[in-house]
């Protein structure tokens, strides 16, 4: 990518300026913002590309990324800080008891309350305190749809809301029930 720098603080003069390319994020490091210009301008250098991510399988929960079971290696792990700039990086090794605690390992950050948006609906949750289920999204979709006004539902595991809210919206009375106190207070948050 083709940049110009120039100091931090004038990246503000650069926007909508004719050589900028909008379409391109404009990196800001040590001061120096490198900003994206469009073919046919002149340029200061070539930024390379970052490498692809290539580590364990992780999934991101708002700014958070949620690393599932298996120790990234040091280099992954700063793979996935340069490839996704989380402000968190959490190492998932697994669910405790019926209140589904999540059981993690700080590798990155600190641990925070983030937003997570999902098929219209904005949850949020400290992914280090309660479960979410990203896995269930088809079903999440698939129950909404099916959804009529009216409708009652009783969901028994309501967690933070991922089954119950989509329904909600979709018109249904539902009856949402949880165990976990911490999961009941973002549920709570979550439908107000």
Sequence with gaps: MHVRIVPAEKLKETDGAEWADPTRRTFVDAGKAYVPVKDGFDYDCELNPPKKYKGPGYQMIGDTALIHYRMPSE???????????????????G???????????????ETHEVCHKENGCIYSLDPSKVMFSMGNRNEKTRMANMTRSGDRIADMFAGIGYFTLPAAIAGAKVHAMEINPVSYGYLVKNAG
């Design 75 to 93: 280099d992954e792990l700063k793979s996935l800080i340069g490839w996704e700039k989380p402000a968190c990086v959490l190492l998932l090794k």
């Design 95 to 109: 669910y405790e008891g019926v209140k589904r605690t999540p059981a993690v390992e700080v590798l990155y950050g």
